[in-house]
């Protein structure tokens, strides 16, 4: 039974902007977040308490059938922890079943079993099934199996995990009324597979960060949602509140749009085009996420009359699924630009700043166009690499492979192809590397996947030559710029600094 990683990486995208919103902090780690440690890390001191408490090690075989064995796993179970300052209630079990278990008459079969258990006498199995005829439930089975391993096993709340497996696709999974070793190892086993797709997100990630994970997409997040009244609640409360008025629907303003929707909108192929992403991509690239709009189109190799066009067909596509009030310019016009920028006049130039929720939304789903480098390739290499390659769980852009760069880079070297220029003899270490790559054949005039030669397709620029190469279009050749460089002094060329 197997989980989709395209379910996983959209509830993450929405876990981690979750945690930001909850905790006005950036997600890095389970380890280190503020909010996982105030809801979810305690569970971890519980463990190493209740360990503490049972007491195992000192357990002798006499001890079975005097009640002795049973008192310690009472007190395991109704550990109570200081945590952050303050007392912290096993609620990892109902209390309830732990009243229950502590009235229980001293059972020298039970205890028998406890012992075996804990001393590692018996098979896991084999005592899950002695538990089960002992009259123990489920969830109490589950916290003893817990205790004794934490990075194994996992306590369980039925219920509530079968709601959880269905929003991670796995519906015909149930655990409530299924109480067995089978049905256990499965549990854990699931989400085991969740802790490995974590793995890559943070590497430290543990298997009861995996469990909290699915805990709090299933209970904080989902109370969270169920909070913010739909619009199609708020229309109707607004209808049953009209007297006289005539009903007008909820519409929302351009900075209503939050960064999940944003998250929503960047991963539906029907309405965000490679274009349209390409454009935010590139002010990301910037310092503060703005620049001129004008450089905008200039490095994405069109003109600015195109550039709005194409931004106006943009905010139009997500006005079909969202009811959006764009800022009225005059009777007839409205600045579509607006939905995505923030926007001032600065002389002759006109600026445009990315929205924070956008930013937000590119970076949870890993859509901010960053290069990134690999430290060990091989230019001997005989793997296939394929530049083009469209994004098949986000959105329908074309992706441009890293491990091509790298190649192109290791070959050439991080020098200017047209004007030599080298950041690292420039600025020292921090420009070392620092290069522009330049599709000799740009991606979005092929439209398709293909075969790339690092060496022969690929070349390495400075930002400033790659922007000249693409001032007009069809953009410029190595040489076509070359030497309309060497028309000019060299020195008073190459001495000026360059700047993306």
């Known amino acids: 039974m197997n989980v989709a990683t395209e379910i996983l990486e959209l509830l993450f995208t929405e876990f981690i902007l979750f945690i930001k919103a909850a905790s006005r902090e950036k997600f890095q780690a389970f380890s280190t977040s503020t909010y996982l440690e105030n809801q979810e890390n305690y569970k971890k001191e519980v463990s190493k308490e209740a360990r503490g408490n ?32 303050q007392i912290v209630n096993n609620n990892l079990v109902d ?54 391993n934490s990075d194994k096993y996992l306590p369980i709340s039925q219920e509530r995990f079968d709601r959880i497996f269905e929003k991670i696709g796995l519906p015909d999974f149930k655990t409530k009324n299924n109480a067995s070793w089978e049905n256990y190892q499965q549990f854990c086993g699931i989400i085991k597979q969740v802790q490995n797709f974590l793995i890559l997100k943070d590497k430290n990630a543990t298997l009861l960060d995996a469990h909290s994970f699915l805990w709090i997409l299933g209970s904080q997040m989902e109370e969270a949602k169920a909070r913010v009244p739909s619009s199609l609640e708020l229309t109707k409360r607004n209808t049953e509140s009209a007297v006289i008025q005539p009903i007008e629907p909820v519409r929302k303003t351009v900075s209503e749009l939050t960064s999940l929707e944003w998250t929503e909108i960047l991963q539906k192929d029907k309405i965000t085009t490679e274009f349209n992403l390409s454009i935010f991509q590139t002010l990301y690239s910037f310092e503060d996420h703005k620049t001129y709009a004008s450089q905008i189109a200039i490095i994405l190799g069109t003109n600015h009359q195109h550039l709005n066009l194409e931004v106006g067909r943009y ?30 006049d600065e002389g002759t130039k006109f600026v445009w700043q990315l929205r924070p929720e956008i930013v937000e939304a590119l970076e949870a789903t890993g859509l901010t166009g960053e290069e990134h480098f690999l430290d060990e390739f091989s230019l001997n290499n005989h793997e296939e690499l394929f530049e083009g390659l469209k994004r098949t769980i986000t959105v329908n852009s074309y992706e441009r492979n890293p491990k091509a760069r790298q190649l192109c880079v290791k070959h050439w070297k991080a020098i200017c192809a ?83």
Not at 476 to 495: A, C, F, M, R, Y
């Open 54 to 85: 049972l007491g195992n090690q000192h357990w002798k075989p006499e001890d079975i059938g005097t009640g002795r064995i049973q008192q310690f796993v009472s007190g395991a179970i109704k550990t109570k922890v200081n945590y952050n300052g």
């Open 315 to 344: 905010a139009k596509r997500i006005a079909e699924f969202y009811e959006i009030d764009f800022t009225a310019r005059s009777a007839r016009e409205f600045k579509f630009w607006d939905l995505f920028f923030n926007g001032w």
């Open 418 to 500: 047209v004007c030599s220029f080298d950041f690292e003899k420039t600025y020292g270490e921090i420009g070392r590397g620092f290069i522009h790559v330049h599709h000799v054949t740009p991606v979005s005039t092929i439209g398709k996947s293909y075969q790339i030669d690092p060496i022969k397709d690929l070349i390495p620029v400075c930002p400033n030559c790659h922007a000249m190469i693409h001032s007009q279009g069809p953009p410029l050749s190595i040489n076509d710029l070359k030497s309309k460089l060497n028309q000019e002094p060299i020195g008073k060329i190459t001495k000026a600094p360059c700047k993306s």
């Open 95 to 148: 209390w309830r079943k732990k009243d229950e278990f502590s009235k229980r008459t001293k059972s020298k079969s039970l205890e028998s079993t406890l012992f075996n258990f804990y001393k590692s006498k018996i098979k896991d199995a084999d005592a899950f099934a002695q538990f089960i005829n002992e009259g123990l439930s489920y969830q109490f089975i589950a916290y003893l199996f817990f205790i004794k």
